[in-house]
């Protein structure tokens, strides 16, 4: 799974977009992504301080302007033609509604390059991928409605013939489902369910059926967005309905809709309308079919002016606009628009269908508003209502990024500031440092895991966080489990369970649409004390589960690494899942326990063999060897010449010497590297890495901000010149 943009929804890689696959799917290879992420954050941090500056001197929100036709015509010229914007997009279409009308519908860009195609909001189509989770949901409201279904429900009343583990007493319910908190284990879309085999059809239930996962949490507990949730809602609806999925889709809402452009089906004319979609560098993708042939989750296709009928009619209580009834009725749009859980008031979750929207500094996600995000191999999109305003913003463009983030921050303050004035917080009881040692610890992200989020104190005992996009920064308290940070001033809260133990944080740059898991209390190892040089690497390893949990095995610290693995181990830990090829690279890996791991990193250009079509998997892996392999996933990131100047003594060969420099100057490595006297490093590249070296190193990977380390060197280099 290759998870592209800011929080990924469904974002696979394929043969197609092998570049792609380089650049993103490892788990510390952020690509453009972080910097985007750490630039986006503090652009929307300056847009809505300076809403709050202005704020401040008149003692209220920011004046806003009246959103009607004019006005919503002329902030998007303004924004679309916008210097800072314009590298955000190829092309892009966006409609906005305003009391059951559709007052701005405006194409801006290419929807073909190279065929210079203009973007026209009536006729070009694009992929709204996530966004077809809301639309899932309203089917899924209809057929509750039709007395068909109960939210409350165990979801094997209606599927009867699905198997899955569930440890726990409390069942999986059809509303869990909707709420992304049903406890499976994460099931997303494989680089294989994106093709170019637009004769093969995959149904449904046939994927359900073959791809499964276990309940792993308590459902109900905690928030993972879930693609198969929406997935089995899909099926779901077809099972009560008696109908395909995407028939009854076209029944029940495209056409009282008079959606004519719209669909979970890609065939004629909207294949033939359908945006080119570009890579995060511009680069054109090849199109594509998706598995399953119909994705509840994340398949449908639309125009900016059908989204927009949609919103009118969701705004409008459920009626359509042209006299062809509801699509909901009134009790089920105001369902809809309700938060259905929240780790702190001003941090909601989910409603059946919606999401919290984007965080506005100081301020936090509104709930008094809706939003749902999209993307897929191409495609990024954002709709988000304002019920109380009468009011919703449909965005969709096909280069993916982070369009959206700015835009919503610039609409937000522009026609309604009072959503990002400063929120107003009562008086709190401070956390004491007792109580802040609690709040210690790793925290995975349910969904990634390879994406971990630090939080310690610092020498005077002030709260601070750290994750591999932004690096370290303080946490201040500002409420009950509230903490907003000094960089973004953003917020960032905890979830304690039933015995007051802290269980999940929810932060907002890794995944703000989900939680991290907090990491156990390691239990160490016979052969690994506290004071051990390494322990600080393998405990943390140990805390996030990447090594038992047992105090009575032994670790073998000094225990040599093999080839084999190192590639297993690095690509488990980046939650990229073994290849399924069965003609492997090299001969001598058949039949090899890692065999799927390094075809797969093979076929990500990590690996290319010792010679001989073989790969050697046995023998023990060198320091550089390792070093190159992570170099052949780094260095379209970090071009070698950025480290060229990195000084290294000891033995390297030759053709492992760039990899050797970045390694030192990112700081991937333990205690085992020592800078000299003279200025040099050595990385003991011609020895064999042992396991407490390789805890080091993806400890570090984990968790290392190298995009700022790169930054500070990029500086450092320009006052120099």
Not at 339 to 356: Q, V
Request: glycine residues 8%; contains cysteine; hydrophobic residues 40%.
């Amino acid at each position: 799974m290759v998870y592209g943009v800011i929080y990924g929804y469904i974002y696979i890689g394929y043969k197609g977009v092998k570049r792609t696959l380089k650049s993103l799917s490892y788990n510390r290879i952020r690509s453009s992504w972080a910097k985007t992420i750490a630039a986006i954050a503090l652009t929307v941090c300056l847009i809505s301080s300076t809403a709050q500056a202005a704020a401040a001197k008149t003692g209220d929100v920011q004046q806003p302007q009246t959103l009607n036709a004019d006005s919503a015509a002329a902030f998007l010229d303004q924004f679309f033609s916008s210097d800072k914007v314009k590298p955000h997009y190829i092309g892009a279409a966006v409609s906005v509604v305003k009391d059951g009308q559709i007052i701005a519908q405006k194409g801006y860009g290419r929807a073909n390059e190279a065929q210079q195609t203009a973007v026209d909001p009536g006729r070009t189509v694009f992929r709204i991928a996530s966004v077809s989770k809301t639309f899932t949901a309203v089917a899924i409201m209809q057929l509750v409605e039709q007395g068909k279904l109960d939210l409350k429900e165990d979801i094997r009343t209606y599927l009867t013939d699905l198997n899955f583990k569930n440890p726990f007493g409390t069942p999986v319910t059809v509303e869990h489902l909707l709420t992304h908190t049903s406890g499976f284990e994460v099931r997303d879309p494989e680089p294989g369910d994106i093709h170019r085999d637009f004769d093969k059809v995959v149904g449904i239930e046939e994927y359900v059926h073959s791809h499964m996962p276990p309940v792993i949490r308590k459902p109900g507990t905690a928030y993972m967005y879930d693609n198969f949730a929406y997935l089995l809602l899909g099926l779901i609806a077809q099972k009560v309905s008696g109908q395909p999925y995407e028939t009854y889709m076209e029944n029940h809402i495209f056409t009282p809709l008079d959606m004519k452009n719209s669909s979970f089906v890609l065939d004629g004319a909207l294949k033939d309308n359908l945006a080119a979609g570009y890579d995060p560098a511009g680069k054109q993708l090849d199109s594509y079919a998706l598995t399953p042939t119909i994705m509840p989750h994340g398949g449908m296709v639309a125009t900016a002016e059908d989204i927009g009928k949609f919103m009118s009619a969701f705004l409008s209580e459920g009626a359509s606009g042209n006299g062809n009834g509801r699509i909901l009725t009134e009790s089920s749009v105001r369902a809809m628009e309700q938060y259905r859980s929240s780790i702190h008031p001003l941090l909601p979750d989910t409603t059946y269908g919606f999401e919290a929207p984007f965080q506005l500094p100081g301020a936090g996600s509104s709930s008094q508003i809706i939003s749902k995000l999209g993307d897929l191999n191409g495609y990024s999109s954002y709709l988000f209502l304002i019920p109380e305003q009468n009011t919703g913003v449909f965005l969709t463009y096909n280069k993916p990024g982070a369009l959206r983030n700015l835009f919503y921050a610039q609409f937000i303050s522009t026609f309604f500031p009072q959503y990002a004035a400063p929120a107003q917080l009562e008086a709190f009881k401070a956390e004491t440092s007792r109580s802040l040692d609690k709040l210690k610890g790793l925290y995975a992200d349910l969904r990634l895991s390879s994406f971990v989020s630090s939080v310690d104190t610092d020498a005077a005992g002030a709260l601070r966080i750290s994750d591999a996009f932004l690096g370290p920064r303080a946490l201040q308290q500002v409420d009950d489990n509230l903490f907003v940070d000094d960089l973004t001033k953003q917020f960032t809260a905890f979830k304690f369970d039933d015995n007051g133990q802290v269980a999940y944080i929810k932060e907002p740059y890794i995944n703000p649409l989900g939680y991290g898991r907090k990491g156990e209390q390691p239990v160490g190892f016979k052969d690994v004390s506290q004071e051990h040089s390494y322990a600080e690497y393998i405990l943390a390893l140990q805390s996030l589960g990447y090594y038992p949990s047992n105090a009575n095995e032994s670790f073998d610290p000094e225990k040599n690494v093999t080839r084999g693995a190192f590639v297993q181990r690095m690509l488990q830990a980046s939650n990229i899942k073994g290849s399924k090829r069965t003609q492997p690279a090299f001969a001598d890996i058949a039949g090899h326990p890692a065999a799927a791991y390094i075809q797969m990193a093979y076929e990500l250009g990590m690996v290319t063999g010792t010679g001989g079509g073989r790969f050697e998997p046995e023998r023990d892996v060198t320091r550089q060897e390792s070093a190159v392999m992570l170099w052949q996933l780094l260095k379209a990131k970090y071009p070698p010449e950025l480290f060229a100047d990195v000084k290294l003594a000891g033995e390297t060969s030759d053709w492992a010497v760039p990899a050797v420099q970045l390694m030192v100057a990112l700081g991937l490595h333990g205690p085992e590297v020592q800078t000299l006297p003279d200025g040099t490093a050595d990385f003991r590249s011609m020895k064999h890495m042992n396991r407490q070296e390789e805890a080091a190193l993806l400890f570090k990977l984990l968790t290392q901000p190298t995009d700022q380390i790169v930054a500070n060197k990029q500086a450092a280099q320009q006052q120099q010149r």
